[in-house]
């Protein structure tokens, strides 16, 4: 099964992390502020892409569901 776009997204987000994670620390700080800020992008597109293959696959994450569930005692 091909890969969908969410997916190829999603680890594309991943491995830009991983780049900017492995990378080390920067001693300049404009260019360690810069990386935080692209991390903090990076994460949260991250988060969008992972709801949307888990849409995708079918999977429901308690955050996003609009279901209601109703107990009734017997």
């Known amino acids: 099964m091909a890969e969908s776009v969410a997916q190829q997204r999603l680890n594309n987000y991943l491995a830009a992390e991983a780049r900017i994670l492995t990378a080390g620390l920067s001693w300049r700080l404009d ?14 597109g991250i988060r969008e892409c992972q709801m949307l ?10 955050r996003s569901s609009l279901r209601s569930t109703t107990m009734v005692p017997r």
């Open 53 to 62: 293959v888990d849409a995708e696959q079918g999977r429901h994450s308690n």
């Open 31 to 44: 260019i360690r502020q810069r990386q935080e800020a692209e991390l903090a992008d990076i994460r949260k």
